[in-house]
């Protein structure tokens, strides 16, 4: 399998280069030349496998530069209930993301988000971290990590990553804009190769930077810079493991359809639905749903796509959704306008020059109902409501990203089909605005309990590329 830039002006790659290199040389995102199609066959003998074996059969149509039995030694590894240990009493840790119906039948959550950091980011970051010691071992180098993070990415990542031969994390997060249990899941890291790094910003200027750096193919081959957001195809290809389990949780038999409702920011998660889509999953709709940071759900009723610079992003209750450039609307894009890479240079120079783009107009705006998205909006009045609502209707708790996605679900959820919400998060993870939704504290794993109170290490500076670059270069060394 050889991978393509999104804007077409850069030589195809195999899975391990990309998965080390990050973001293509031209600046675009590297996607497979061609989706894999799934027999009715293999989603037959698919239906009754373990997650790993699942995680193993999925990821093999992607990469075949790594051995299978070193491919499926990985996969094992990494989805072990000991690992995905954190699923709500009465549902089955053995399933890795099982799904917690809410309506049994009707509407569920799919709960990706019992790993180590309470997160959903866990699902591909540990399986991330694994690869990235098998192929650096493998050819004897060293990366390091420079990524971006509005609160989940970044402790996943250095969860994932600390105390890894050969690799070093460098995670920039907007200072003061996370909540405070995700402040110390990553600053109180004491480990000597992750480094935390508050930018005076937001999550979308922290992601700019990790862009540029990486644009700078001098300094980015000379320090060895990888990346560990959904830039990173081996990221968007590990969350599409869960779009198939999810969807075999929630039927008897292949004939019929599932609808998928997703929190979204950065638009990765999504991706990653959109493609098992394209691979054959039957995937009735794919829901979007966004915060008061609205610019995809803008997208998807009016076709213009207007990233939002600082001053107009909003910082809410569901701070990890707040982001206002979606790096891999990229990748949809590039599917939408039939692959040409010319038009995606074409779009993406006025969203890199800071304006926005509109389809409206054209053939690729009445195009967008085949890919079966649509799309909501929530706020924060919204998210206390619906938290209560799940509490209160269904006994169950819910976190504010998980929330969003719950009142889009409610609002746009096919009739007569199943629809799963992704659980992106625990509600321990946001514990100031469940308890001003439920007036008591989420439960947490005994094992986070009095984290707020460790001792942090972080820098705090502007978010300046310059900066970022002199900080790595004095922490690397030459
Ligand atoms: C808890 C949570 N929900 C939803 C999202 C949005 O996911 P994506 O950026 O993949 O759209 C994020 C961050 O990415 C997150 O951390
Ligand atoms: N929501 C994320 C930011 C987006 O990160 P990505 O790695 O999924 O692109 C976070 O919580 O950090």
Known sequence: MRYLSTRGNAPAQSFCDILLGGLAPDGGLYLPESYPQITRAELDAWRSLSYAELAFAILSKFVDDIPPADLKAICDKTYTAAVYCNARPGDDAAEITPVHWLEPGRLGLLEL????????????????????????????????????????????????????????????????????????????????????????????????????????????????????NSINWGRVAAQIVYYFKGYFAATKSNDEQVAFCVPSGNFGNICAGHIARMMGLPVAKLILATNENDVLDEFFRTGVYRPRGTAETHTTSSPSMDISKASNFERFVFDLVGRDGAKVRELWAKVDAGTSFDISATPFFAKLSEFGFVSGRNDHAGRLATIRLAWEKYRTMIDTHTADGLKVALEQAPAGVPTLVLETALPAKFEETIREALNRAPERPAKLEGIEALPQRVEVMDPDVAAVKAFIVAHVGH
């Open 113 to 228: 988000s019992n790993g180590p950091t309470l997160a959903f980011k866990d699902m591909a970051m540990q399986l991330l971290g694994n690869l990235f010691e098998y192929v650096l071992e493998k050819r004897g180098e060293e990366i390091n990590i420079l990524g971006a993070t509005s609160g989940d990415t970044g402790s996943a990542a250095e969860y994932a990553m600390r105390g890894k031969h050969g690799v070093r994390v460098f995670m920039l997060s907007p200072h003061g804009r996370m909540s405070a249990f995700q402040r110390a899941q990553m600053y109180s890291l004491q480990d000597a190769n992750i480094y935390n790094i508050a930018v005076r910003g937001m999550f979308d200027e922290a992601q700019d930077i990790v862009k540029a750096v990486s644009n700078d193919h001098a300094f980015k081959a000379q320090y060895k810079i990888g990346a560990v």
